[in-house]
């Protein structure tokens, strides 16, 4: 299930948790554990994003978030790139 976590990332690293549970079907507490998982053994890198709010973001038109929610984005690792092979 962590292989496809990280292969529903790396397709779109601009989803949520609750957007990512689903698509697994399983709950969110779970895919929380597994992003914290994922990130503290070196296979997804995460930043946080959206403190300023929306207006100077490139990534304004390709994200739902509303303007001080702490959304956070995940991105592959080469750890985490190639455990997606």
């Given at each position: 299930?962590?292989?496809?976590?990280?292969?529903?990332?790396?397709?779109?690293?601009?989803?949520?948790?609750?957007?990512?549970?689903e698509?697994?079907?399983?709950?969110?507490?779970?895919v929380e554990?597994?992003?914290a998982?994922?990130?503290d053994?070196?296979?997804?890198a995460?930043?946080?994003?959206?403190?300023d709010?929306?207006?100077?973001?490139?990534?304004?038109?390709?994200?739902?978030?509303?303007?001080?929610?702490?959304?956070?984005?995940w991105?592959l690792?080469?750890k985490?790139?190639?455990?997606?092979?």
């Amino acid at each position: 299930m962590l292989k496809a976590l990280l292969a529903l990332i790396r397709d779109d690293a601009y989803r949520t948790p609750q957007d990512l549970a689903e698509a697994l079907a399983v709950p969110t507490p779970l895919v929380e554990q597994m992003l914290a998982q994922l990130v503290d053994n070196g296979y997804l890198a995460v930043s946080e994003a959206c403190a300023d709010g929306c207006s100077s973001c490139s990534l304004a038109q390709a994200c739902a978030a509303r303007p001080g929610d702490g959304l956070r984005f995940w991105t592959l690792t080469a750890k985490g790139g190639n455990a997606c092979l």
